[in-house]
């Protein structure tokens, strides 16, 4: 079983017996409808499968992806096109003239991560920011991807932010990605901040300038701009990675990634997903993670030839899309919103509560659901932390088979079913759930190429793409090769160069792990806030982190102007204090992720993990929102140095 030193259940308290839960066969899809009944699965109990074989199968399944490069099998996506960061498929490129200016505060990125922050910012009465990103609009990985098919992943009531506070419901369970990105639109517009925003615009360049008290940015536009405060943020998938497949510069068809679709070529739009120019055109796409499953039915409907090319499939489960329902709409009271997120966070993790309700009521609350049920059903005796997860581990296996008999019962060919299961525990690779991709292989033109056995693609060719040396000639090929979520920072981040005092640089200061304070704050680098997956709480939304790191951040910047601040900065002593503290209550997911089949969730199989969650506060999610309210509620600011003058420092002690 996995080795823990301290189980993540929120409030530190493992689920009550004698939980109610109505259970029957089959899960719905709530839709946003409050008079169904979340119901648990239809899945074999324990007695019927043979779980020691399975988990041999699982490790089996991992050994023969492991390849030796671990994360060296990806090529930046710079060194492979070269004018990867100006070119921008959606929007034309504007040339300007280079910017010099100083500047209060810098927002780096245009996700969920930086329009929080600058929503937050706005709210507590601090303006002068200015908002940078690659992108040409607001969105993130919602502006860049529009592949067709792209909805989002998660359920939209709880995954989508700021809708009381822009009065929107999304239309559906299940958002499109077209719907998200005018969300993004409708926040910049109703709350301003478009002012000041530049787009387009990487940043290439970090350095704290002792002399000014400012942080030096350049970016490949030639800005010099001087910014008092920097908010890095730039999410988790904010570059794409490319296969490092030998030859892949010499194929002489179309190539473009699943986050640049080329609907020139394809024809169609992100709203109708047709695709009508691939009707005589031999297509392959290589990957089959979430943005792969959602575009390989329609390239399946309008290609001639698809060629599915997999190294490990993804979990596939029942998604049943459905409206809003208009009644329900009418139903919500102020705070819907909170209650929902923090429904979706109980059962997707470990913290639901006796007589809770499912109200989310998918693949990623299922395992915690079925649990639910056997609670009620069984009157379970009070369980101690390591008998509930060895309890939760028996339903991950036992709902990953329901996935593998999915599988079967949909898919014709038995070769291709098999290739298509997942051998592998949940917490391996994201979990997604689409109802047509499996029936797409039951199409005639549609193939798929399981390249485990060879741990990958032997080569690229200038006609196509070589298989146990069968080459297979296609015009165009499509990377859904994800993103650089990996422990290499400066790939992740994507920033040549973050330098704060004395020359001292961010990625050497978190080689060995990340040093912060509440993952916001570093010693070293003053005026620089972080967001992201770093050393804080974990939801199981990502976008509600964010939101609460904004939030955050933006009293932080409010503190400081209005004490007349020069710098804020983390003591080292606090620093260190936080990271003793985040590693000694931390869950221990280290030998569970490795023993996981390749992916970015374990750094493709490295020995060395930095796990893509960051470091995260074990006593869980509430309790860090605890932690932070009372550090917030004096006057103190403690753990922080807070400079007045250049000259002087008032260094305040961790409470």
């Not at 099998?73 to 070119?87: G, N, P, S």
């Not at 506070?165 to 958002?175: R, V």
């Not at 069984?378 to 028996?394: A, G, S, V, Y």
Request: hydrophobic share 35%.
């Amino acid at each position: 079983m996995i080795e823990r030193k301290r189980s993540g259940l929120e409030n530190g308290k493992a689920p009550l017996p004698g939980m109610t839960f109505q259970h029957f066969a089959t899960c719905p899809s709530l839709g946003g409808r409050t008079n169904l009944t979340c119901k648990a699965t239809p899945i074999l109990p324990p007695d019927q499968l043979d779980i020691p074989a399975i988990l041999e199968r699982y490790q089996i399944e991992r050994d023969r992806r492991l390849r030796p490069e671990g994360q060296d099998q990806y090529a930046r996506a710079d060194t492979l096109i070269d004018d990867f960061y100006e070119a921008d498929p959606h929007m034309p490129l504007i040339e300007r003239e280079p910017i010099s200016e100083d500047l209060e505060i810098a927002i780096l990125g245009a996700g969920w991560a930086g329009i929080q922050a600058a929503y937050h910012l706005k709210q507590a009465g601090v303006n002068g920011f200015r908002t940078i990103d690659l992108a040409g609009d607001f969105g993130g990985c919602w502006y860049w991807n529009r592949y067709p098919g792209l909805q989002c992943d998660n359920e939209s009531y709880a995954y989508m932010r700021l809708l009381e506070e822009t009065d929107y419901i999304p239309s559906k369970k299940f958002a499109d990605g077209w719907e998200i990105r005018e969300h993004f639109q409708r926040i910049a517009n109703q709350f301003g901040l478009y002012e000041n925003a530049l787009f387009h615009t990487q940043i290439t360049s970090l350095q704290w300038d002792e002399v000014i008290n400012r942080w030096r940015i350049e970016t490949n536009r030639g800005d010099d701009i001087h910014a008092r405060f920097v908010v890095m943020c730039g999410g988790p998938s904010n570059t794409p990675k490319l296969p490092g497949v030998p030859g892949i510069d010499s194929f002489k068809g179309k190539v473009f990634h699943t986050s640049r679709w080329d609907y020139d070529y394809t024809g169609g739009d992100p709203k109708t997903h047709e695709l009508p120019k691939l009707a005589d055109k031999r297509v392959a796409i290589l990957g089959t993670g979430a943005s792969s499953i959602q575009a390989v039915p329609y390239l399946g409907e309008y290609a001639r030839q698809v060629y599915v090319i997999q190294r490990t499939p993804s979990s596939v489960d029942v998604r049943n899309n459905q409206p809003s329902d208009p009644d329900w709409v009418k139903s919500l009271e102020p705070g819907w919103t909170t209650r929902r997120r923090d429904n979706y966070h109980h059962f997707a993790q470990f913290g639901f509560e006796r007589g809770e309700v499912d109200q989310v009521c998918d693949i990623w609350t299922e395992i915690n659901r079925n649990l639910a049920a056997q609670f009620d059903e069984e009157d379970w005796p009070e369980l101690t932390f390591e008998e509930f997860f060895e309890r939760r581990e028996i339903m991950d296996v036992q709902v990953m088979d329901r996935l593998r008999r999915r599988v079967a019962e949909i898919v014709e060919d038995r070769e291709t079913a098999e290739a298509l299961m997942p051998w592998y525990s949940m917490i391996c690779k994201r979990p997604t759930s689409n109802d047509e991709y499996y029936p797409t292989f039951n199409r005639p033109n549609v193939e798929l190429i399981d390249v485990s056995q060879t741990r990958g693609l032997e080569q690229i060719t200038e006609k196509g793409f070589m298989v146990r040396g069968q080459e297979y000639e296609v015009d165009c090929l499509i990377l859904a090769s994800g993103y650089e979520i990996t422990s290499e920072l400066s790939r992740r981040m994507g920033i040549k160069t973050i330098e704060g005092r004395n020359g001292l640089s961010l990625y050497d200061h978190w080689a060995d792990g990340y040093r912060t304070l509440h993952g916001n704050t570093a010693h070293g680098f003053p005026n620089m806030f972080f967001s992201g997956l770093i050393q804080g709480g974990l939801n199981i939304s990502l976008p509600t982190i964010l939101g609460q790191q904004a939030e955050h951040i933006a009293y932080l910047i409010k503190q400081a102007r209005d004490r007349g601040a020069v710098c804020i900065e983390a003591t080292e002593e606090a620093q260190d204090a936080w990271v003793r503290d985040i590693r000694a209550t931390a869950i221990d997911l280290t030998e569970a992720v490795k023993s996981c089949t390749p992916g970015y969730y374990n750094n493709e199989g490295e020995e060395t993990v930095r796990w893509y969650l960051g470091e995260t506060y074990g006593p869980g999610w509430f309790a860090f929102l605890d932690l932070m309210e009372e550090w917030r509620s004096g006057d103190h600011l403690p753990g922080l140095i807070v400079t007045q003058e250049p000259s002087a420092s008032d260094e305040i002690q961790p409470a």
